[in-house]
C-alpha cells in the first residue's frame, strides 16, 4: 500500500501546486488536530482552512474533505456517533479521493468518507506545506493502515 499511496501523492499533486504558507499549514494542523483527538481545535482549524482555500474543482474536493473531517470532530467533541452525517464526496470530487468504490460494495459510508477525507487532507498538506513535513510523515503508516482497509475492496489482493 506504501506504493499505491506514493501513486496517490503523484497523482494528486499537478491538482494542488502550492498554497500559501499561512493557508498549508492550516490544512496540515486540520489533519494533525484531528489525529491527535484534539477535536475543538481540529473544528476551528478546518473552519480556517475551509475559508483560506480558494474555489475550484480540485479544491472544492479538498473543502468538502475539510468538512467532513470538521463534522467528525464536532461529533467527537460532543461524544455523539451519527452514523449519517449529511455531507459526502460526490460527482467530480470523488476524482480527488484515494479510495472510491462502488456504492453498492460500501458497508459503512460514513467511515469511508472520513477516510477518504483524511487521506486526501494528509496528501495535500505534504505536498503543499513543506514546514509540516516532519510531523506528517510521521502519520504515515497510519495512512497506509487506513488504505490496508480497503485492499481487498480496491482489487489488490
Request: net charge negative; with cysteine; charged share 25%.
Amino acid at each position: 500500500m506504501e506504493r499505491f499511496l506514493d501513486a496517490y501523492i503523484e497523482r494528486m499533486r499537478p491538482y494542488f501546486p502550492g498554497f500559501p504558507p499561512e493557508t498549508a499549514h492550516e490544512i496540515a494542523s486540520a489533519f494533525l488536530a484531528f489525529k491527535f483527538g484534539l477535536y475543538a481545535n481540529a473544528v476551528r482549524e478546518c473552519t480556517n482552512a475551509i475559508a483560506l482555500v480558494p474555489d475550484g474543482e480540485s479544491n472544492g474536493a479538498l473543502k468538502k474533505a475539510l468538512e467532513i473531517i470538521r463534522a467528525n470532530a464536532q461529533d467527537r467533541e460532543n461524544s455523539l456517533v451519527t452514523t449519517d452525517l449529511g455531507i459526502a464526496f460526490g460527482g467530480q470530487e470523488l476524482r480527488f479521493v484515494a479510495v472510491n468504490l462502488p456504492a453498492e460494495t460500501i458497508e459503512a459510508p460514513n467511515a469511508l468518507n472520513l477516510d477518504n477525507a483524511l487521506i486526501l487532507v494528509y496528501v495535500v498538506a505534504l505536498i503543499t506545506s513543506p514546514d509540516d513535513d516532519e510531523a506528517l510523515e510521521e502519520h504515515r503508516t497510519l495512512i497506509v493502515r487506513m488504505l490496508r482497509d480497503y485492499k481487498k475492496a480496491l482489487g489488490l489482493e
